[in-house]
């Protein structure tokens, strides 16, 4: 199994507070994204990054920030909580530039719930 | 713009076979993932096509025609724990990015 953690696992807060959740790799993957999935959408690309420092925007980036300040870690940080972003949320990696880059590889995810 | 479309439920008995189908619209694509996820789990990776053709994988095989936009996965020998969703993801945009449609719930009846 690819190396990724998420932590917090499970998160209850208020709606207004910031949260911010946080994603971990051992592997040295360039890229990292950040999704939620809802009953009946799936899951939704929120943002991702391409490098250090480098993070675009994906489908559902509204009320979302993060940053990417070291290769392991992708921070997602709601930057003041809503009950519409109760759900689950997952990271992933890949690395284009190995063999296998087209495989992304999904963290445990962490379940938040906006009270 | 993008779409996807892959059938919602499929049930089927042990040991048969299922196919899942999936056409897409997606600008950029590079080619097709198809992704397994238990209840309560995360997605898993189970099979990529970058060309068109079959891509055989245990009792797991995948198609993909570009020019139809059109993908299949084909499960053989269905067991119990077969029982998931199952969803097919284009790959495009300068990232790679997967796009998601809501899956296809599998269920395998003893």
């Known amino acids: 199994d690819a190396g990724i953690t998420q932590s917090p696992r499970h998160k209850v807060t208020e709606t207004g507070t910031p949260v911010t959740l946080r994603c971990h790799q051992t592997?040295?993957?360039?890229?990292m994204y950040w999704y939620r999935q809802d009953p009946g959408h799936g899951l939704r690309l929120i943002h991702y990054?391409?490098?250090?420092?480098?993070?675009d925007k994906g489908e559902v980036s509204d009320g979302y920030s993060v940053s990417r300040s070291k290769t392991e870690d992708f921070l997602l940080t709601l930057e003041s909580a809503t009950s519409s972003q109760t759900s689950v949320y997952f990271c992933?990696?890949?690395?284009?530039?190995?063999?296998?880059?087209?495989?992304?590889?999904f963290g445990p995810g962490t379940r938040l719930l906006v009270l | 713009g993008q779409s996807l479309e892959q059938p919602s439920e499929v049930t089927a008995v042990e040991g048969a076979i299922v196919q899942i189908n999936c056409t897409y619209q997606?600008?950029?694509?590079?080619?097709l993932s198809w992704y397994q996820q238990h209840d309560g789990g995360a997605p898993t990776f189970l099979s990529y096509?970058?060309?068109?053709g079959l891509e055989e994988t245990g009792r797991f095989s995948s198609f993909l025609s570009r020019s139809d936009s059109y993908g299949y996965l084909l499960l053989q020998e269905l067991q119990m724990k077969d029982s998931a969703s199952y969803f097919c993801?284009?790959?495009?945009?300068?990232?790679?990015?997967?796009?998601f449609g809501s899956g296809t719930q599998l269920t395998v009846l003893p």
């Open positions: 992933a990696i890949s690395d284009p530039g190995l063999a296998g880059q087209e495989t992304q590889y």
């Open positions: 592997e040295n993957h360039r890229y």
């Open positions: 990054s391409y490098g250090v420092k480098d993070t």
């Open positions: 997606t600008s950029g694509f590079y080619g």
């Open positions: 096509n970058g060309l068109d």
């Open positions: 993801a284009p790959m495009g945009g300068s990232a790679r990015q997967l796009t």
